[in-house]
């Protein structure tokens, strides 16, 4: 098989990243675009279309959309809006998430439903709407943000992890339906990255104590002894998105510095 440059191997292709506005999905939004694609970045937060747009003067093929990604009509409008603006759909990246904490006992309903529909029903929408379009294209990637609890959970994040290791199952769904129509779906599975969402979930434990020492602690179980770096992430999901990993499909992807490699038993 005959392949594109490095660097170059998503030219002509067309994305739509859900949750691109931040964190692990911005810098995959920006990695994809930089490697050709023309990307739509969907955000619920309000400074989306700004982001979209600075990326743009900078000579990179991003659109923006802003709405909330559990509702139905807004993603069907986005994904439409993507496939009519830049010419169809290749390449669908979920990556939105909320992070609570607390046990099942203090986790209240509002909580665990609003965390089910950010972290699940969104990659739902995304592919119930965005799978006939690869379809049309003759194939596709698709790549799902997981997490190591979806692995192996610590404790006080119930409605998290029970969400992340939903994602796992259902992207084997959609690798094993939609193989024979040559679209190809995997999770990736990051531990403690350097991101808002990992900031938050740091300033909601610190007791006291700073962000930096709150990464300190986090990084201390991790063999690479650091947290990782949005880049780091966006790599893999690049290659993912691209042709390079052709044979990859219904697969998790774990990228946490070797956490879950071993016991910590000292």
């Known amino acids: 098989m005959d392949l594109p440059p490095v660097g170059e191997e998503l030219r002509g292709n067309i994305a739509f990243v859900m949750g691109g506005s931040s964190g692990l999905g911005l810098a995959s939004a920006l990695l994809i675009a930089q490697r050709g694609a023309a990307v739509t970045i969907f955000g619920h937060l309000p400074d989306t279309l700004e982001i979209a747009s600075d990326l743009k003067a900078k000579g990179l093929k991003v659109h ?5 990604g559990a509702e139905s ?12 603006r830049f010419g169809g759909l290749d390449i669908i990246v979920n990556s939105a998430a909320i992070h609570p904490v607390g046990d099942v006992v203090a986790t209240d309903e509002e909580t665990w439903d609003r965390t089910l529909a950010v972290n699940l029903k969104t990659m739902y ?21 997981a997490s190591v609890q979806a692995k192996a959970c610590s404790s006080g994040v119930c409605v998290y992890a029970t969400s992340k290791g939903a994602i796992v199952s259902f992207t084997h769904t959609l ?7 040559r679209i190809r779906a995997n999770t990736i599975c990051p531990g403690s990255i350097k991101t808002p969402m990992q900031g938050h979930f740091a300033r909601l434990n610190a007791e006291g104590r700073s962000t930096e020492e709150m990464y300190r602690l986090f990084a201390m179980p991790v063999p690479l002894q650091r947290l990782g770096e949005p880049w780091e992430i966006a790599e893999l999901v690049a290659f993912l998105s691209g042709p390079r990993s052709a044979f990859c499909t219904g697969a998790e992807f774990t990228v946490d510095g070797g956490l879950l490699a071993g016991l910590r038993i000292y």
């Open 64 to 68: 923006g959309a802003h709405g909330d």
């Open 175 to 181: 690798a094993l339906d939609f193989a024979k129509h």
């Open 73 to 84: 009509e807004i993603v069907r409008a986005a994904i439409e809006d993507t496939v009519s």
């Open 125 to 145: 929408l995304t592919c119930h709407y965005g799978i006939p379009h690869l379809i049309k294209r003759g194939g596709g990637s698709i790549v799902n943000f």
